[in-house]
């Protein structure tokens, strides 16, 4: 399975830590992040994601920041991306189950490293449900 990551400042340990998990299971990365905790703007890490997993070359994305939200809606604005903002494992169980994410938000100023990695695992081994949630999938992209 080939992933891609992307963070900014505030992610540079967490995306450590899970790259090194993924690598571990067997996972090929693309790394778009920043090595460094100096300030860089979010953007320029997420659209490369967005773009790898909208253009197939990347089965799933994981996106870092400091609360999550302005890399997710970065991702967002990219045709076939649905990016969930998790910050337990519970909720990246959702993510995938109903809303067929595709990419993870990780919003590494209210998750510990470890739940990082824990959420990361889980919505990669979580499989989309389908019946009645694929038809809410399918209005979620704008026409």
């Not at 773009?51 to 967002?76: H, K, L, P, Q």
């Not at 990016?83 to 909720?91: D, N, R, Y």
Request: glycine share 8%.
């Amino acid at each position: 399975m080939k992933i891609s990551i992307g963070n900014d400042h505030a992610g540079p340990d967490y995306k450590k830590a899970i790259v090194a998990m993924l690598e571990a299971k067997g996972y090929e990365v693309t790394n778009y992040g920043t090595d460094t905790e100096e300030s860089v703007d979010y953007p320029d890490f997420a659209h490369p994601v967005a773009e790898d997993v909208s253009e197939g070359r990347a089965d799933f994305g994981i996106v870092i920041c400091g609360s999550g939200n302005g890399i997710a809606m970065t991702v967002n604005k990219h045709a076939k991306i649905r990016a969930g903002l998790c910050w337990t494992k519970e909720i990246a169980v959702l993510t995938r189950l109903h809303n067929d994410a595709n990419i993870v938000s990780i919003p590494a100023r209210f998750t510990s490293i470890p739940q990082a990695v824990e959420i990361v695992e889980t919505f990669l081994a979580t499989e989309f449900e389908g019946g009645r949630h694929q038809n809410r999938v399918n209005k979620i992209a704008c026409q």
